[in-house]
């Protein structure tokens, strides 16, 4: 964790030890590690933020913390060790730095690097801002400014440029000539850098930011009341888009983000998800950037885009000022609906929260209210659900109103994650709840469900903690009346409930099942149950403010205002009380082994007791003092105490040695209100909290050493030790419990147990097991029937869908006949376009020709005209380059002349000023000697006369100084027009480069003109090789067209030929058609034959079963009557044996009597029964057997259609074929016709009748037929008699299948004998006997030849009529052929239709 290198102090014992004097520093004392914090500041503004899609950001006393969801692990940042508390929050907009406002003497602004682990960066500060704390501050867009607003009494805004610590400005938030009052929040634009805003009691405000800070613009609010604005927001352009407005903006709320930053933050952290983001459109500006700006004024605002800002206020109205004006006010969601918090919702609207939990969500509209409420929804405050899901208790006093949650709480932080699907709310009341937004929009209210962070937080101060032996578990009690258990294994609230009264004081059983808890009215000692905090047992002892369990747990103590009571905890009775504190008892202790008790009071005494005889041991009094905490050493000799003393004003940490005498002091600076013994030496430390909300751990044995941890926000109430010393937790004023982990003298863990080394049994009452029971059993039952429903349900779901299949199939084979017809008349309509495209392909190649003939001719002139222009523009660029030369030389030689005038004069003028100078100086010396020789000569008159040549000389030295300046003045015009001859000069070098610049632009064009000359050139070949190949292309097509024309008149011939064949042809498909339709008719006869007939073998079969179920019932009473008789003959024979007894054969025949007659009219059904129930079962499984066969069966029929079909098919292809050999075959007979014809009119017509030549093709057994003149052409008949035989075969090979289906029938009827035999054996010995009884298998077996006999009769009449059909078939077509010139082709519909 990022914590910084703890304070490390020490103080040094001398004389009568008592350290009282120097304060040094020592080694470093590392003996505390946060680990985990239980608890939130719900007062900070803008409390919540998110760091990536895993981790949540928020404050908590004196700390943040960085959350992480998944792992429930957590961070911590440590706060200001001389901050008095945190106020507020910012993040940076690429999410890499945290801005954290603290309270102090001097507000404070901690700017820290979350991208190195914390790092503490800069610390902000102004003298200007004259307030103790920053109420709300906010990031620029780029990062690099901070905007905050400073508290009272002046709340004045400060601009900082943080990373060079530097304050840009300081104005006052009100308006001019308005009275002072609260700010809410500031807030930056994200999309326009250069302006700010804030919102407060009675004032909206916007600030231009410029270089000296911040400059207030005129009021959006015109001449509207004001009343008390809470919060504001400014939102991205795309959610303003029903505006008509196009810049882009981000919302402004520093607890949103806009989508680049969410980009920035995925970057930083690798833990968000791949997501599509927009980009922008234009690049992200600078803070100086905007600030050049500000001179443009208002155009240049305008230019800016439209900004749309969201402004609520305490009862709940919404401004929606845009540009600088109000342009709608959307009403209250509802009463008392005030609003504390607006964010930006991605593009689509807005979010806000406040009173009562509420969150409403808007949207953007078209109309002139611009946005619209769409959803509402309310975070559970009141709702039953405890932490983690569970289920909270309450006490008898719950349904009064009493609820986990306390009073309605409000919704002050609100932030989106990084990908807009989750929505974190920060209450007032401490809580933090989490809500997903993925559904919202199809979810109602009552569906949305919220979820803890991590789970439910004490909303008030915490008066008391305490730690568990045996499990991993820690009780608190706080002000808000709740009493929470925590896991501190799993980072979790195990159970919680809310009491009526204040609890003051709770501690924990060493066994975890209990837990004794000091209300205000009396002492509770509770039991805990798997869900609940049941008490038991009451005690009267009203504000109890310590209580503890003994190590043991058989006792424990509770203090009752300067007395300490002492309880059996298994007979809850009083076994003796501790009297002798003179005040209030503060604390109170057992020692390691429970043979003594220490306790401290407001008295200034320390006592040592004794349970067993309750007298006390041993004692220290010191008036003056109030000592807050004592505690016992391990081994119990030394007894350690802190208070405050009232006589030296310090606040001291005391060590008394095993006669209670003191031996060491401490002067520790802070009030320290409790310490913590370790039970063992190993970590060598005693731990104390101080009411700053520190945590100190001091070297032990006592050196003055220690570390300082500031992790709480107000003062400590209590801290505690687990079992181990593994653990330490501290319980804060400020609702916050966090847990350290403790280490040892060497830097190691001292936490090694886990899970399995604690026990884990539960109390459950026996009421609350028997309800669990019922429900169980209740819950089973209706998983019982709704699985009945379910099957139903799918039965009938079943049997719907396969008629809509059905359905389905029907109507798609009527849309497949229509599309075939349709499919036609699209074929037919295809050849009529194909004629209308040739027609116009052939107009459009004339009028293509056209157009390339007077492109070229238009090509030709551009040409002529591209020659004559370049021509001319050669001859522009030959005198411009004669123009150019000529200038150039012409200067040159102009400034060389110049250059050497001016030489020579400056030369001549240097000569001059020399030989001036050189004759000044020659005079100067020889006055300076004429003076030497007057001085030296007049020493009497020295006096008069050097005052005399002093004058003359002062004269001479004057006009000499005159001379200097006008020589100095001359050179200094001179030098000036030297410079502006140099300036004349460049001036001219320059106008020569550029007319270089010039010509060499000129020739630039002349190349681009030449390109596009050579381009033209290029361009005007390839049209001509264009137009060559469009020619030849024509010509080809020309061609072609001519032979399509021949071809198509041979078609058409040929058509008329074809259709002459067609007419007979179709009169027999017709017939064959008829013919088709008779086999059908007769096929459905004897399907519904054989339907009939299964039918009846169903009827027998349920007869046979009658019968053997008659059967079963006869052979058991003939069995019963024969072993009945039998018994009967064996007890008379003995009782025939009694005849010579008389009283001794009536005994018999009494018993004989009671025997066969009494006990004979009770017939035992048992068997009966069994074998009734067997024989259902039977039956059933053989049913369902039968079922399976019949689906079979009709699987391998479809099988047999599906060979139908395909040999159907098959069929097709084949007369195709034998069509296409028709056709082979016709004109190579016209084409032997053709040639005989020519012979016969080369010879003659004697010739002719000689002609006697066969066409007969080589087929056996068919006779050639000769060619006589005036005959017709001989034809056979072949083709058609194998066309017939082929079909005969293919119906003789659809009898042959449905044969075979029939013998499947035969089959699966002998299957479901057989299987009704193996049914009726399986009955009983009886049943098997009745089974093999030959009358019955001859019954059985005569059944069935007679069923095969009839099939195969009805197989051989089937065949018979096909073979009948088709020869009368055959003798039709050799008939028709015989007549007709040549056979017609069979189309392929009509084949599909025959077959």
């Given at each position: 964790?990022?914590?910084?290198?703890?304070?490390?102090?020490?103080?040094?014992?001398?004389?009568?030890?008592?350290?009282?004097?120097?304060?040094?520093?020592?080694?470093?004392?590392?003996?505390?590690?946060?680990?985990?914090?239980?608890?939130?500041?719900?007062d900070?503004?803008?409390n919540?933020?998110?760091?990536?899609?895993?981790?949540?950001?928020?404050a908590?006393?004196?700390?943040?913390?960085?959350?992480?969801?998944?792992?429930?692990t957590?961070?911590?940042?440590?706060?200001?060790?001389?901050?008095?508390?945190?106020?507020?929050?910012?993040?940076?907009p690429n999410?890499?730095?945290?801005?954290?406002?603290?309270?102090g003497?001097?507000?404070?602004?901690?700017?820290?690097?979350?991208?190195?682990?914390?790092?503490?960066?800069?610390?902000?500060s102004?003298?200007e801002?004259n307030?103790?704390?920053?109420?709300?501050?906010?990031?620029?867009?780029?990062?690099?400014s901070?905007?905050?607003?400073?508290?009272g009494p002046?709340?004045?805004?400060?601009v900082?440029?943080?990373?060079?610590?530097?304050?840009?400005?300081?104005?006052?938030?009100?308006?001019?000539?308005?009275?002072?009052?609260?700010?809410?929040?500031?807030?930056?634009?994200?999309?326009?850098?250069?302006?700010?805003?804030?919102?407060?009691?009675?004032?909206f405000?916007?600030?231009k930011?410029?270089?000296?800070?911040?400059?207030?613009?005129?009021?959006?609010?015109?001449?509207?009341?004001?009343?008390?604005?809470?919060?504001?927001?400014?939102?991205?352009?795309?959610?303003?888009?029903?505006?008509?407005?196009?810049?882009?903006?981000?919302?402004?709320?520093?607890?949103t983000r806009?989508?680049?930053?969410?980009?920035?933050?995925?970057?930083?952290?690798?833990?968000?998800?791949?997501?599509?983001?927009?980009?922008?459109?234009?690049?992200?500006?600078?803070?100086?950037?905007?600030k050049?700006?500000?001179?443009?004024?208002a155009?240049?605002d305008?230019?800016?885009?439209?900004?749309?800002?969201?402004?609520?206020?305490?009862?709940?109205?919404?401004?929606?000022?845009?540009?600088?004006?109000?342009?709608a006010v959307?009403?209250?969601?509802?009463?008392?609906?005030?609003?504390?918090?607006?964010?930006?919702h991605?593009?689509?609207?807005f979010?806000?929260?406040?009173?009562?939990?509420?969150?409403?969500?808007?949207?953007?509209?078209?109309?002139?209210q611009?946005?619209?409420?769409?959803?509402?929804f309310?975070?559970?405050?009141?709702?039953?659900?405890?932490?983690?899901?569970?289920?909270?208790s309450?006490?008898?006093?719950?349904?009064?109103?009493?609820?986990?949650?306390?009073?309605s709480?409000?919704?002050?932080?609100?932030?989106?994650?990084?990908?807009?699907?989750?929505?974190?709310?920060g209450?007032?009341?401490?809580?933090?709840?989490?809500v997903?937004?993925?559904?919202?929009?199809?979810?109602k209210?009552e569906?949305?469900?919220?979820?803890?962070?991590?789970?439910?937080?004490?909303?008030?101060?915490?008066c008391?903690?305490?730690?568990?032996?045996?499990?991993?578990?820690?009780?608190?009690?706080?002000?808000?009346?709740?009493?929470?258990?925590?896991?501190?294994l799993?980072?979790?609230?195990?159970?919680a409930?809310?009491?009526?009264?204040?609890?003051?004081?709770?501690?924990?059983?060493?066994?975890?099942l209990?837990?004794?808890?000091?209300?205000?009215?009396?002492?509770?000692?509770?039991?805990?149950?798997?869900?609940?905090?049941?008490?038991?047992?009451e005690?009267?002892i009203?504000?109890?403010?310590?209580?503890?369990?003994?190590?043991?747990?058989?006792?424990?103590?509770?203090?009752?205002?300067?007395?300490?009571?002492?309880y059996?905890a298994?007979?809850?009775?009083?076994?003796g009380?501790?009297?002798?504190?003179?005040?209030?008892?503060?604390?109170?202790?057992?020692?390691?082994?429970?043979?003594?008790?220490?306790?401290a009071?407001?008295?200034?005494?320390?006592?040592?007791?004794?349970?067993?005889?309750?007298?006390?041991?041993k004692?220290?009094?010191?008036?003056?003092?109030?000592?807050l905490?004592?505690?016992?050493?391990?081994?119990?000799?030394n007894?350690?105490?802190?208070?405050?003393d009232?006589?030296?004003?310090?606040?001291?940490?005391?060590?008394?040695?095993?006669?209670?005498?003191?031996?060491?002091?401490?002067?520790?600076?802070?009030?320290?209100?409790?310490?913590?013994?370790?039970?063992?030496?190993?970590t060598?430390?005693?731990?104390?909290?101080?009411?700053?909300?520190?945590?100190?751990?001091?070297?032990?044995?006592?050196?003055?050493?220690?570390?300082?941890l500031?992790?709480?926000?107000?003062?400590?109430?209590?801290i505690?030790?687990?079992?181990?010393d593994s653990?330490?937790?501290?319980?804060?004023?400020?609702?916050?419990v966090?847990?350290?982990d403790?280490?040892?003298?060497?830097?190691a863990?001292?936490?090694?147990?886990g899970?399995?080394?604690?026990?884990?049994?539960?109390?459950?009452?026996?009421?609350?097991?028997?309800?669990t029971?019922?429900?169980?059993?209740a819950l089973?039952?209706?998983v019982a029937?709704?699985?009945?429903?379910?099957?139903?349900e799918?039965?009938a779901?079943?049997?719907?869908?396969?008629?809509?299949?059905?359905?389905?199939?029907?109507?798609?084979?009527?849309?497949?006949e229509?599309?075939?017809?349709?499919?036609?008349?699209?074929?037919?309509?295809?050849?009529?376009?194909?004629?209308?495209?040739?027609?116009?392909?052939?107009?459009?190649?004339?009028?293509?020709?056209?157009?390339?003939?007077?492109?070229?001719?238009g090509?030709?002139?551009?040409m002529?005209?591209?020659?004559?222009?370049?021509?001319?523009?050669?001859?522009?660029?030959?005198?411009?380059?004669?123009?150019?030369?000529?200038?150039?030389?012409?200067?040159?030689?102009?400034?060389?002349?110049v250059?050497?005038?001016?030489?020579?004069?400056?030369?001549?003028?240097?000569r001059?000023?020399?030989?001036?100078?050189?004759?000044?100086?020659?005079k100067l010396?020889?006055?300076?000697?004429?003076?030497?020789?007057?001085?030296?000569?007049?020493?009497e008159?020295?006096?008069?006369?050097?005052?005399?040549?002093?004058?003359?000389?002062?004269?001479?030295?004057?006009?000499?100084?005159?001379?200097?300046?006008?020589?100095?003045?001359?050179?200094?015009?001179?030098?000036?027009?030297?410079?502006?001859l140099?300036?004349?000069?460049?001036?001219?070098?320059?106008?020569?480069?550029?007319?270089?610049?010039?010509?060499?632009?000129?020739?630039?064009?002349?190349?681009?003109?030449?390109?596009?000359?050579?381009?033209?050139?290029?361009?005007?070949?390839?049209?001509?090789?264009?137009?060559?190949?469009?020619?030849?292309?024509?010509?080809?097509?020309?061609?072609?067209?001519?032979?399509?024309?021949?071809?198509?008149?041979?078609?058409?011939?040929?058509?008329?030929?074809?259709?002459?064949?067609?007419?007979?042809?179709e009169?027999?498909?017709?017939?064959?058609?008829?013919?088709?339709?008779?086999?059908?008719?007769?096929l459905?006869?004897?399907?519904?034959?054989?339907?009939?007939?299964?039918?009846?073998i169903?009827?027998?079969?349920?007869?046979?079963?009658g019968?053997?179920?008659?059967?079963?019932?006869?052979?058991?009473?003939?069995?019963?009557?024969?072993?009945?008789?039998?018994s009967?003959?064996?007890?008379?024979?003995?009782?025939?044996?009694?005849?010579?007894?008389?009283?001794?054969?009536?005994?018999?025949?009494?018993?004989?009597?009671?025997?066969?007659?009494?006990?004979?009219?009770?017939?035992d059904?048992?068997?009966?029964?069994?074998?009734?129930k067997?024989?259902?079962?039977?039956?059933?499984?053989?049913?369902?057997?039968?079922?399976?066969?019949?689906?079979?069966?009709?699987?391998?029929?479809?099988?047999?259609?599906?060979?139908?079909?395909?040999?159907?098919?098959?069929?097709?292809?084949?007369?195709k074929?034998?069509n296409?050999?028709?056709?082979?075959?016709?004109?190579?007979?016209?084409?032997?016709?053709?040639?005989?014809?020519?012979?016969?009119?080369?010879?003659?017509?004697?010739h002719?009748?000689?002609?006697?030549?066969?066409?007969?093709?080589e087929?056996?057994?068919?006779?050639?037929?000769?060619?006589?003149?005036?005959?017709?052409?001989p034809?056979?008949?072949d083709?058609s008699?194998?066309v017939?035989?082929?079909?005969?075969?293919?119906?003789?090979?659809?009898?042959?299948?449905?044969?075979?289906?029939?013998?499947?029938?035969?089959?699966?009827r002998?299957?479901e004998?057989?299987?009704?035999?193996?049914?009726?054996g399986?009955?009983?010995?009886?049943?098997?006997?009745?089974?093999?009884?030959?009358?019955?298998e001859?019954?059985?077996?005569?059944?069935?030849?007679?069923?095969?006999?009839?099939?195969?009769?009805?197989?051989?009449?089937?065949?018979?009529?096909?073979?009948?059909?088709?020869?009368r078939?055959?003798?039709?077509a050799?008939r028709?052929?015989?007549?007709a010139?040549?056979?017609?082709?069979?189309?392929?519909?009509?084949?599909l239709g025959?077959?």
């Amino acid at each position: 964790p990022p914590w910084p290198s703890p304070s490390v102090h020490w103080r040094r014992t001398a004389g009568p030890r008592v350290d009282r004097g120097c304060n040094s520093r020592m080694a470093a004392l590392n003996v505390l590690e946060p680990r985990h914090v239980f608890g939130a500041k719900g007062d900070v503004r803008a409390n919540v933020h998110y760091l990536d899609e895993t981790t949540v950001l928020y404050a908590a006393g004196n700390q943040i913390v960085l959350h992480h969801v998944e792992s429930n692990t957590q961070r911590f940042v440590p706060g200001a060790p001389d901050a008095e508390g945190i106020t507020a929050l910012a993040l940076s907009p690429n999410r890499k730095f945290l801005a954290i406002a603290e309270r102090g003497e001097k507000a404070t602004i901690s700017v820290l690097d979350l991208t190195t682990h914390a790092k503490r960066r800069k610390v902000l500060s102004s003298a200007e801002v004259n307030a103790k704390e920053y109420v709300s501050l906010s990031f620029s867009p780029d990062g690099k400014s901070i905007v905050a607003c400073g508290g009272g009494p002046e709340w004045n805004v400060v601009v900082f440029r943080w990373e060079k610590l530097r304050c840009v400005g300081v104005v006052p938030a009100r308006a001019p000539n308005a009275p002072v009052a609260p700010v809410r929040e500031i807030m930056w634009n994200p999309s326009e850098p250069s302006t700010a805003s804030l919102v407060g009691v009675g004032s909206f405000r916007i600030f231009k930011m410029t270089e000296t800070g911040a400059r207030p613009m005129p009021s959006a609010l015109g001449k509207r009341n004001a009343g008390a604005f809470t919060a504001h927001c400014w939102l991205p352009t795309e959610a303003t888009g029903a505006t008509g407005t196009g810049t882009e903006s981000n919302p402004g709320n520093n607890n949103t983000r806009n989508k680049e930053s969410e980009r920035g933050a995925a970057g930083q952290t690798g833990d968000g998800k791949e997501r599509k983001e927009k980009e922008s459109g234009k690049k992200e500006k600078t803070h100086d950037d905007h600030k050049k700006k500000d001179g443009k004024g208002a155009d240049g605002d305008k230019q800016s885009g439209t900004q749309v800002c969201v402004v609520a206020d305490d009862a709940g109205e919404l401004l929606i000022v845009e540009n600088g004006e109000v342009r709608a006010v959307l009403p209250s969601p509802g009463l008392h609906s005030g609003i504390d918090v607006v964010v930006a919702h991605g593009t689509k609207g807005f979010i806000c929260g406040g009173e009562h939990g509420k969150i409403y969500m808007y949207e953007k509209t078209d109309d002139q209210q611009m946005f619209k409420l769409v959803k509402t929804f309310s975070v559970p405050i009141f709702s039953e659900s405890g932490p983690d899901g569970r289920n909270e208790s309450r006490s008898t006093q719950a349904s009064e109103g009493h609820h986990v949650g306390g009073a309605s709480a409000r919704i002050k932080s609100l932030t989106l994650s990084p990908s807009e699907e989750t929505l974190v709310c920060g209450l007032q009341n401490n809580q933090i709840y989490v809500v997903d937004l993925v559904d919202a929009d199809i979810l109602k209210e009552e569906e949305m469900q919220f979820e803890m962070l991590s789970s439910a937080f004490h909303e008030k101060g915490i008066c008391g903690i305490d730690a568990c032996v045996k499990k991993p578990l820690v009780a608190t009690c706080s002000s808000d009346k709740t009493v929470r258990i925590w896991n501190y294994l799993d980072m979790s609230c195990e159970l919680a409930k809310e009491f009526p009264e204040e609890a003051l004081s709770v501690s924990f059983h060493p066994s975890g099942l209990h837990v004794l808890v000091g209300f205000t009215d009396k002492l509770r000692l509770c039991n805990l149950l798997l869900d609940d905090i049941r008490p038991y047992k009451e005690f009267p002892i009203k504000n109890c403010a310590e209580c503890c369990f003994s190590n043991g747990g058989h006792l424990f103590a509770a203090v009752n205002g300067s007395v300490v009571m002492v309880y059996d905890a298994y007979t809850c009775e009083n076994v003796g009380n501790f009297r002798g504190h003179g005040g209030r008892v503060t604390s109170v202790s057992w020692g390691l082994d429970d043979q003594t008790i220490v306790s401290a009071g407001v008295d200034g005494a320390v006592y040592e007791w004794t349970p067993k005889t309750f007298a006390r041991n041993k004692e220290n009094v010191k008036k003056g003092t109030e000592y807050l905490c004592a505690v016992q050493s391990v081994d119990g000799e030394n007894a350690y105490a802190v208070g405050f003393d009232a006589v030296t004003k310090t606040s001291v940490l005391r060590e008394f040695d095993m006669t209670h005498q003191l031996v060491r002091e401490i002067d520790t600076e802070v009030l320290l209100t409790q310490i913590a013994m370790p039970r063992s030496a190993k970590t060598g430390a005693l731990f104390a909290a101080s009411a700053g909300g520190s945590v100190r751990a001091y070297r032990f044995p006592l050196t003055g050493e220690f570390q300082t941890l500031d992790c709480h926000g107000a003062s400590i109430s209590q801290i505690v030790l687990s079992h181990d010393d593994s653990t330490l937790f501290v319980a804060s004023n400020d609702g916050c419990v966090s847990v350290f982990d403790v280490k040892d003298k060497d830097g190691a863990s001292l936490r090694g147990r886990g899970k399995d080394a604690f026990s884990e049994e539960v109390l459950v009452t026996k009421a609350d097991m028997e309800e669990t029971l019922s429900k169980t059993s209740a819950l089973e039952m209706r998983v019982a029937e709704l699985t009945l429903e379910n099957e139903q349900e799918l039965r009938a779901h079943t049997t719907n869908m396969n008629l809509k299949i059905k359905d389905l199939t029907e109507k798609f084979t009527a849309e497949l006949e229509g599309d075939k017809a349709r499919f036609e008349t699209l074929a037919q309509s295809k050849n009529e376009q194909e004629l209308q495209f040739e027609t116009d392909l052939k107009s459009a190649e004339d009028v293509a020709s056209s157009q390339a003939a007077d492109t070229e001719q238009g090509y030709s002139r551009k040409m002529l005209a591209e020659v004559e222009r370049y021509q001319a523009l050669v001859c522009e660029r030959d005198l411009l380059n004669e123009k150019w030369d000529e200038q150039n030389a012409a200067l040159a030689e102009r400034h060389e002349r110049v250059v050497h005038e001016l030489t020579e004069e400056f030369a001549g003028k240097l000569r001059e000023e020399v030989r001036l100078r050189e004759k000044m100086r020659r005079k100067l010396d020889l006055g300076t000697r004429e003076s030497d020789t007057v001085i030296d000569q007049m020493e009497e008159d020295m006096d008069l006369e050097v005052l005399e040549i002093k004058q003359k000389y002062e004269l001479r030295l004057a006009e000499a100084r005159d001379v200097g300046l006008r020589l100095k003045g001359e050179n200094g015009i001179m030098k000036k027009k030297f410079n502006q001859l140099q300036k004349d000069i460049h001036e001219q070098k320059e106008t020569i480069l550029g007319l270089g610049d010039d010509k060499k632009q000129l020739r630039q064009t002349i190349g681009d003109l030449e390109k596009d000359l050579t381009g033209l050139r290029k361009e005007l070949w390839d049209r001509d090789d264009t137009i060559g190949d469009k020619e030849r292309r024509i010509y080809d097509l020309k061609k072609k067209t001519q032979e399509l024309e021949k071809f198509k008149f041979v078609l058409d011939y040929k058509i008329k030929q074809l259709k002459k064949q067609i007419e007979p042809r179709e009169l027999d498909v017709a017939d064959m058609k008829t013919t088709i339709k008779q086999m059908d008719h007769e096929l459905e006869k004897y399907h519904k034959s054989n339907a009939y007939l299964e039918l009846s073998i169903t009827d027998l079969k349920h007869k046979l079963v009658g019968v053997h179920k008659d059967e079963v019932k006869q052979r058991e009473l003939v069995t019963s009557h024969k072993s009945q008789i039998k018994s009967f003959q064996a007890d008379l024979h003995e009782t025939s044996r009694q005849t010579l007894y008389p009283k001794k054969l009536a005994a018999s025949v009494n018993a004989l009597y009671q025997k066969h007659v009494t006990s004979g009219s009770v017939v035992d059904n048992g068997l009966d029964e069994d074998v009734q129930k067997e024989f259902q079962r039977q039956r059933l499984f053989l049913e369902k057997t039968i079922e399976n066969l019949k689906r079979k069966l009709a699987k391998d029929v479809e099988g047999h259609r599906s060979d139908v079909a395909r040999v159907l098919g098959e069929n097709v292809v084949l007369l195709k074929e034998v069509n296409e050999l028709r056709r082979e075959s016709k004109l190579a007979k016209q084409r032997q016709k053709a040639q005989l014809v020519t012979s016969a009119g080369n010879h003659g017509g004697a010739h002719r009748s000689q002609l006697g030549v066969g066409f007969s093709e080589e087929t056996p057994g068919d006779p050639a037929v000769s060619l006589t003149p005036g005959s017709k052409v001989p034809r056979e008949i072949d083709f058609s008699a194998d066309v017939a035989r082929e079909l005969e075969q293919l119906r003789v090979s659809l009898a042959e299948a449905r044969l075979d289906i029939q013998i499947k029938n035969a089959q699966v009827r002998e299957l479901e004998k057989s299987a009704g035999a193996g049914r009726t054996g399986a009955t009983g010995g009886d049943v098997q006997d009745r089974a093999n009884d030959p009358d019955l298998e001859a019954a059985v077996s005569a059944m069935a030849m007679r069923q095969a006999e009839n099939e195969e009769k009805a197989a051989t009449k089937i065949q018979a009529m096909h073979r009948g059909n088709a020869a009368r078939r055959e003798v039709d077509a050799m008939r028709q052929e015989a007549q007709a010139e040549e056979p017609p082709p069979l189309d392929k519909e009509d084949s599909l239709g025959a077959m």
